[in-house]
């Protein structure tokens, strides 16, 4: 009689294609949870994304004509990102440095992205005209 130890079979492991890396996916809903139930992430990037002198068609691919526009005269602010935000300057001149983080100078034609939860002074230094859009 064969001892039931020998008789019970490993499972078959079963190959899933075409389905997103659970890690992945795991990390975009812890994070996404976090800023939902916590609000803004403070350990996220801290850091601004400046781009130079993009080019026009870049700039039509990203929709940015169609965004809309704000104005910002010379003054000096704090501000909180609640949602990531890209921005595109039109003309003036801003000095933006992170919490904790370097300053960047943003100039007209510079494209920047501040990433959710980063805190940051802005020292807008001649009156400030930009495109922007929330994410």
């Not at 079979?9 to 795991?26: E, G, I, Q, Y």
């Not at 940015?64 to 300057?89: G, H, L, M, Q």
């Not at 801003?94 to 370097?102: D, F, M, Q, S």
């Amino acid at each position: 009689m064969a001892s039931l130890a020998n008789s019970v079979r490993a499972p078959v492991p079963r190959v899933a294609f075409n389905r997103p890396d659970p890690a992945r996916l795991c990390s975009r809903f812890v994070a996404r949870s976090m800023v939902e139930s916590h609000g803004a992430v403070a350990a996220w990037p801290s850091h601004i994304i400046v781009k130079h002198s993009y080019s026009i068609d870049k700039l039509k691919k990203k929709g940015v004509p169609t965004w809309p526009t704000t104005s910002v005269e010379a003054k000096t602010f704090s501000r909180t990102y609640e949602r990531n935000e890209d921005c595109y300057i039109l003309q003036g001149k801003a000095l933006v440095t992170p919490e904790g983080g370097e300053p960047t100078q943003l100039v007209p034609g510079d494209f920047a992205t501040f990433p959710v939860g980063m805190a940051a002074t802005w020292e807008v230094t001649e009156p400030l005209r930009k495109h922007y859009r929330m994410h």
